[in-house]
């Protein structure tokens, strides 16, 4: 089951991310989060979060609408966002994708791109994205669809990757062990309409830029 979930984020283009509802079968908003649901005429299915910052309209029309909700106090453990994607995998779905995952608020970024390692571990695949890229993490081996010039960039999260192998790319690698830190990984380029990425250990992080975000 395919759960898609909205966060208070920024969102570019409504029109490019609609292609990620047309197959899910849950739609979950993180507080403010309902309100790009709402801007692309979608009704959710549930509403998490302590509600500090959905705005008075968009509360009036979830009200109308009878849009589940579940509220949680502003003294929390866990950000909105989090919250959602437990209720996701309570729910019994086994791939997420999160959209209005970053804005303008660091920390919230960081926070929710790591969510997809926690989430990982406990069996869920998360993913986020926008418009124009994907993220998405890597621990055994995959191929990723694209097209030529589309920018694959590969960012280890853990210590270090080891035994990195791609295929498809420009800047070929080849067992190679790739470090946390240095920016190695950063900016390769789809040569076909796909690509493979193998490791032997490890756990990178990869975000795809369509062709027109580089």
Known sequence: MKAVIFGGGDIENYEKVKKYLSCCSIVICADSGVRHAFNMGVVPDLLVGDMDSIS??????VQKLGVKKQNFP?????TDTELAVCEALKLGADEALLLGALGNRPDHSLANIFLMV???????????????????LIDEPVEIEGKEGDILSLVP???????????????PL???????????????????????VEIEQGLLLAVKCTEDEI
Not at 124 to 135: Q, R, V, Y
Request: charged content about 25%; overall charge negative; glycine content about 10%.
């Open 174 to 196: 080849k067992g190679e062990t790739l470090l946390m830190g240095p920016a190695r990984g950063i900016s390769n380029v789809f040569l076909t309409s796909a690509a493979k």
């Open 56 to 61: 008075p309209a968009d509360m009036e029309k």
């Open 118 to 136: 926690s989430f990982k571990q406990q069996g869920l695949e998360l993913k986020l994205a926008d418009g124009n890229w994907e993220m998405f």
């Open 74 to 78: 502003s003294e929390k453990d866990f």
């Open 157 to 171: 999260i853990t210590p270090k990757v080891t035994g990195v192998t791609t295929e498809g790319l420009y800047y």
